[in-house]
């Protein structure tokens, strides 16, 4: 069971994928839901109030998710901030491009909110 009151950054850059994990979330009970964009937005977002878990895709303009993630595990304050990946890309590479970042979790496209929320429990614990 996840805490109602957890605080994620949700970041997506596709509109429609952005409403559809939105609401799964939602659905699994979290009420605070920020969203950004792309990784700049994240950065800002992050800022002005760290999350408790951030979740990205990989695949967005400017700055993309493993970009994002190398720049929050290399901040002193933002280092153990747990971050969920999600993306299309299921190939061996990305993965483990991703675990050798420091990602939390990773989550291949399309998913449902059970392989969510058993991820988001997992990093969280």
Do not use: C
């Amino acid at each position: 069971m996840l805490d109602p009151n957890l605080d994620i950054l949700l970041v997506e850059d596709d509109p429609v994928t952005r409403r559809m994990v939105s609401g799964l979330l939602q659905r699994l009970g979290i009420q605070k839901i920020r969203e950004a964009e792309d990784g700049w937005s994240a950065l800002e977002a992050i800022g002005k109030q760290k999350p408790h878990v951030v979740i990205t895709d990989w695949s967005m303009p400017k700055m993309n998710g493993l970009q994002l993630l190398q720049i929050i595990r290399k901040h002193e304050t933002l280092k153990t901030l747990p971050v969920l990946m999600i993306t299309s890309r299921a190939e061996r590479e990305y993965v483990l491009s991703a675990a050798q970042e420091g990602v939390n979790s990773y989550i291949v496209k399309p998913f449902d909110a059970k392989t969510l929320e058993a991820k988001l429990v997992k990093i969280l614990s």
